[in-house]
């Protein structure tokens, strides 16, 4: 599928081969390598990081006035655009995604990219209410070297919604993106450097977290990390960035709950279910994965959930019918197979799913069919530990006031979701429920112009939004004086 030549990777704008073991991506379809490349080193690391460090010294992006930086990422917007196709063919040969969907996460980069360039050549410095003989103001400056990890699932839009606003903001960024899927960033790095942003600004470092991301994390020159990913990987990264009063940003793990109540329009309740816990393959951190139904309605509901899960076009990536790709990984494959089993020994029933499909031409590719399980508790493990895979599990609820002690009892708390008709319910419960984004009749759809990020265990900060830009940048009073006489402490 692929030929053997090795792929070079960014290293402080210098594009060689890794320093690394030398390893194959594997596209989940076929099982089949499609690229080659070399890890990056821990040497290539401590390049990368000083050549950063240099360039945002020595190559006057931080001085840049804030519209002559948008220029260069309006510039980033188009070329993703002109390339918008050739990108998204390469995302779904990376992590398996349909090409429909790789084709909106193309669009998403571009987007983005646009929108913090219009942020960073309209964003305000304030000029603060005066309290004696002098005028005050806030001013905001770049950090300096930031780094950016990013998760194997939506590779393109996740490094675009990290580089741009860091970029934007006048840093120097050094992006590690997952083992697995290493490709746009090093297209994104490409890219930028065609629009304009000066050599060594970016480095891209693929290889493994657990060797990379700790030595990019624990560098004193490293001032910000925004990290996409794991819980648990997230509070080790936030253990080291604590030892060296780092600031970071972390957008992690989640257990959604999705609510219907029985004046729901049904018809956009159910595709909305569907797709908030069905499309990425269930592969998303938002994906409403825990399901509570009001009891009168909830057999109607369970019925169509599991008829439209069952027609549901699980295949070959490349075709434009497909609704479900594969699994990321045969290992990721069977990790949700085991989470299926405990269900079942929890006291679940499998109303539908709980297989691998056969997909003809794609034998080896890494399957599962969209999955429904009923007969649990919110207490099991099933409904309580995040599955990442196309599992929902679907409860009924009779009792309006233990409906909001169940959604919020998990340790995440990134989304929820709520389908009625009565507004004052919903608003009632969207601002009961414990969750960094809620959804009412709709779900998964999201805006680069509104913040996005969890609490509890789902992380720390926020992304998108005008604002995003200031979590790139260091804060600055400064104060000017205007006392006619000194100070008078002195005399």
């Given at each position: 599928m692929s030929n053997e030549k090795t792929l070079p990777i960014c290293i402080a704008g210098?594009?060689?081969?890794?320093?690394?073991?030398?390893?194959?991506?594997?596209?989940?379809?076929?099982?089949?390598?499609?690229?080659?490349?070399?890890?990056?080193?821990?040497?290539?690391?401590?390049?990368?990081?000083?050549?950063?460090?240099?360039?945002?010294?020595?190559?006057?992006?931080a001085q840049?006035?804030?519209?002559?930086?948008?220029?260069?990422?309006?510039?980033?917007?188009?070329?993703?655009?002109?390339?918008?196709?050739?990108?998204a063919q390469m995302q779904r040969l990376d992590n398996?995604?349909?090409?429909?969907?790789?084709?909106?996460?193309?669009?998403?980069?571009?987007?983005?990219?646009?929108?913090?360039?219009?942020?960073?050549?309209?964003?305000e410095e304030t000029i603060t209410p005066s309290r004696g003989d002098f005028v005050t103001m806030s001013v905001y400056e770049p950090m300096g070297v930031v780094a950016a990890i990013t998760p194997w699932n939506s590779p393109i839009a996740s490094e675009a919604q990290k580089m741009a606003p860091a970029l934007a903001a006048g840093n120097a960024v050094v992006v590690k993106p997952a083992e697995i899927t290493p490709l746009a960033a090093l297209e994104l790095a490409k890219i930028c450097e065609a629009a304009g942003v000066p050599k060594g600004l970016i480095s891209v470092l693929p290889g493994k977290g657990s060797v990379l991301g700790d030595a990019i994390t624990k560098h004193p020159l490293v001032k910000r990390v925004s990290f996409t990913g794991g819980t648990t990987t997230g509070k080790h990264i936030a253990h080291?960035?604590?030892?060296?009063?780092?600031?970071?940003?972390?957008?992690?793990?989640?257990?959604?709950?999705?609510?219907?109540?029985?004046?729901?329009?049904?018809?956009?309740?159910?595709?909305?279910?569907?797709?908030g816990i069905f499309s990425s393959s269930g592969e998303s951190c938002i994906?409403?994965?825990?399901?509570?139904?009001?009891?009168?309605?909830?057999?109607?509901?369970?019925?169509?959930?599991?008829?439209?899960?069952?027609?549901?076009?699980?295949?070959?990536?490349?075709?434009?019918?497909?609704?479900?790709?594969?699994?990321?990984?045969?290992?990721?494959?069977?990790?949700?197979?085991?989470?299926?089993?405990l269900g079942v020994s929890e006291g679940g029933q499998i109303r539908t799913g709980g297989e691998r499909p056969s997909v003809a031409g794609h034998e080896n590719?890494?399957?599962?069919?969209?999955?429904?399980?009923?007969?649990?508790?919110?207490?099991?493990?099933?409904?309580?530990?995040?599955?990442?895979?196309?599992?929902?599990?679907?409860?009924?609820?009779?009792?309006?006031?233990?409906?909001?002690e169940q959604a919020n009892d998990s340790v995440y708390a990134?989304?929820?979701?709520?389908?009625?008709?009565?507004?004052?319910?919903?608003?009632?419960?969207?601002?009961?429920?414990?969750?960094?984004?809620?959804?009412?009749?709709?779900?998964?759809?999201?805006?680069?112009?509104?913040?996005?990020g969890g609490w509890r265990d789902s992380g720390l900060g926020r992304e998108k939004g005008r604002l995003g830009i200031l979590q790139y940048m260091e804060q600055k009073a400064m104060y000017w004086g205007t006392n006619e006489q000194p100070l008078g402490w002195a005399n």
């Open positions: 210098e594009w060689r081969l890794g320093g690394g073991d030398r390893y194959a991506t594997l596209y989940p379809a076929t099982g089949e390598p499609h690229a080659w490349l070399n890890a990056a080193s821990l040497d290539d690391v401590e390049e990368a990081i000083q050549g950063a460090h240099k360039a945002f010294r020595e190559s006057g992006w840049k006035k804030p519209h002559e930086r948008a220029a260069v990422l309006y510039r980033v917007a188009q070329l993703i655009r002109e390339r918008s196709e050739e990108l398996g995604k349909p090409i429909s969907e790789t084709r909106g996460l193309v669009a998403s980069a571009a987007g983005t990219f646009q929108f913090f360039a219009a942020a960073c050549e309209t964003l080291i960035a604590a030892d060296k009063m780092m600031p970071v940003s972390m957008e992690l793990g989640g257990k959604s709950p999705t609510m219907v109540f029985k004046d729901a329009d049904l018809d956009h309740a159910v595709n909305g279910i569907l797709y994906a409403g994965s825990r399901l509570f139904v009001d009891a009168s309605i909830y057999d109607e509901v369970l019925d169509r959930l599991a008829a439209g899960a069952a027609r549901l076009r699980v295949g070959d990536p490349a075709d434009e019918k497909t609704q479900m790709g594969p699994l990321i990984t045969a290992k990721h494959r069977e990790s949700i197979e085991q989470y299926v089993a590719g890494y399957f599962y069919r969209p999955t429904i399980i009923e007969g649990l508790n919110n207490q099991n493990r099933t409904c309580q530990e995040e599955i990442f895979g196309p599992v929902l599990v679907a409860m009924p609820f009779s009792n309006e006031r233990d409906l909001i990134l989304a929820a979701g709520i389908w009625t008709r009565d507004f004052k319910k919903a608003w009632k419960i969207g601002r009961e429920v414990q969750a960094g984004t809620v959804w009412i009749n709709t779900y998964k759809q999201f805006s680069i112009s509104t913040p996005f």
